[in-house]
């Protein structure tokens, strides 16, 4: 089929589209097979001209198109080399500008001529001292150097902000980016918020020694004194514990009883409790007469109630008058006190400076208690931590050299409890996981024969 009569001969048959041949008698065909691509395009520009406000066709040329009246930077930076280095030249001496441009300038042009020295002797440079001598970011390459590392980020986002407005000038579309992705660490700020770490971190939780250094009378070969020391403040430990275990065992003792004792004590109970006690005959006409009593008290309150008189509007005013008068005692009660209280000026400074040496005082102690606990286990967990033991030699197990010496105590032990004395680990305890029920045997059916 010709279009125009314009026909390209050379396409190879692979290049050529080839039509698929597609029945469209329905309407899912139609929708299949058509290619709206073209239609989709005019209607996207169609809703973007709408949310701009206006359409691109219809616009003026002031709104599509923007005079530059910035020039070329490469441009402008060669013309400013070439003004410093003119001025470089007005500043040097005869003999460098002797051998400077303006030789060869002043051959070829005779006007220039005027402007060379005639005397051999060099000019004399006066060098000008600056009238400020402060150190600024001028005149100082140090400090220009960590001015721009303190503000390099911000000058950064800066620029970056700036072009982005550059271009959404340009081009309008640029500013509906919807290809912008938030979660992309390139794109994000460059500004890095340093963290501060809480001071209590730094601080250990026990100020006790990792090893502590062993009493002198736990020595294999200690001297007398220091054994001696030892021995007696053990033995006065264990006398402590035997007399608490001593007055507890004395408590139970005390109000444990035997089973004929604590039925002689119910049997005792009941005696007690049944003496006293009244027939049934009586007790029913004590009930009756304390029925007849109440009545009576009932029928009393009813008759005085409708006997009342109401106050009068006199009485009611006598009232409150004599209210208000309490009120107003009270008030002047209170004026005077405060007024008084000019007169005791001294008496209060003193008051004053108690209460603040006591809050100094509370302080102190406060802060005692504290380093005190520093040198002291916590309590971690719902156990408390049981120091062990001292390793302790009885005198016939002292031998004088350490070949004979007798072995106490565990390592693995002593490490794991100075973890727990020092608050790095809770206190803990061995556990004792028992059965709540017992183990049931049973013989399955099919051995059964066989064990008979």
Not at 308 to 332: H, N, S, V
Request: net charge positive.
């Amino acid at each position: 089929m010709l279009l125009n009569g314009n026909v390209n001969l050379n396409i190879s048959p692979n290049e050529r589209k080839k039509v698929k041949k597609v029945s469209k008698n329905k309407k899912k065909a139609w929708r299949k097979h058509t290619d709206i691509s073209e239609y989709e395009e005019f209607l996207d520009d169609k809703r973007f001209e709408e949310r701009i406000g206006h359409s691109i066709g219809d616009a003026k040329n002031d709104e599509l198109f923007l005079i530059e009246k910035t020039g070329d930077d490469d441009f402008y930076q060669e013309k400013l080399d070439q003004v410093s280095k003119n001025r470089e030249i007005q500043s040097c001496p005869s003999s460098l500008v002797n051998n400077s441009k303006l030789r060869k300038i002043s051959s070829e042009h005779r006007l220039y001529r005027k402007l060379l020295p005639t005397s051999n002797v060099p000019a004399v440079v006066i060098n000008k001292q600056n009238s400020d001598k402060r150190r600024t970011v001028y005149n100082d390459d140090e400090k220009l150097i960590r001015y721009w590392n303190d503000r390099k980020d911000t000058i950064t986002r800066a620029k970056q902000v700036k072009q982005f407005k550059q271009k959404a000038k340009n081009d309008s579309k640029s500013r509906f980016n919807n290809n912008y992705d938030i979660w992309n660490d390139e794109e994000k700020s460059l500004a890095v918020v340093k963290k501060k770490v809480p001071e209590h971190l730094r601080q250990k939780p026990s100020l006790l020694p990792a090893v502590e250094v062993p009493l002198p009378g736990q020595s294999y070969n200690p001297s007398e004194e220091d054994y001696k020391t030892l021995i007696i403040s053990e033995a006065e430990k264990e006398l402590i514990k035997l007399n608490e275990e001593k007055m507890w065992a004395d408590k139970v003792d005390k109000f444990h009883l035997t089973k004929n004792e604590a039925q002689e004590n119910e049997k005792a109970n009941l005696n007690e409790m049944l003496q006293g006690l009244i027939d049934d005959d009586q007790s029913e006409d004590d009930d009756k007469q304390i029925e007849t009593t109440d009545d009576l008290d009932l029928t009393m309150a009813i008759i005085k109630s409708k006997t009342m008189k109401r106050k009068t509007k006199q009485q009611k005013r006598r009232e409150l008058r004599e209210k208000e008068i309490k009120k107003q005692k009270e008030q002047d009660k209170l004026l005077r006190i405060k007024e008084n209280d000019v007169y005791r000026i001294k008496s209060i400074e003193k008051e004053l400076d108690e209460r603040e040496q006591k809050i100094k005082e509370r302080a102190k102690l406060r802060q005692i208690k504290h380093i005190e606990s520093l040198y002291k286990p916590k309590r971690l967990s719902r156990h408390r931590f049981e120091e062990t033991p001292i390793e302790l030699n009885l005198p016939g197990e002292i031998s004088g050299s350490l070949r004979s010496l007798k072995t106490e105590g565990n390592l693995l032990k002593d490490r794991y409890k100075s973890l727990q004395k020092r608050n790095l680990i809770e206190t803990r305890i061995l556990q004792n996981h028992k059965r709540k029920y017992r183990r049931k045997t049973e013989i399955k059916r099919r051995h059964k024969d066989t064990l008979k």
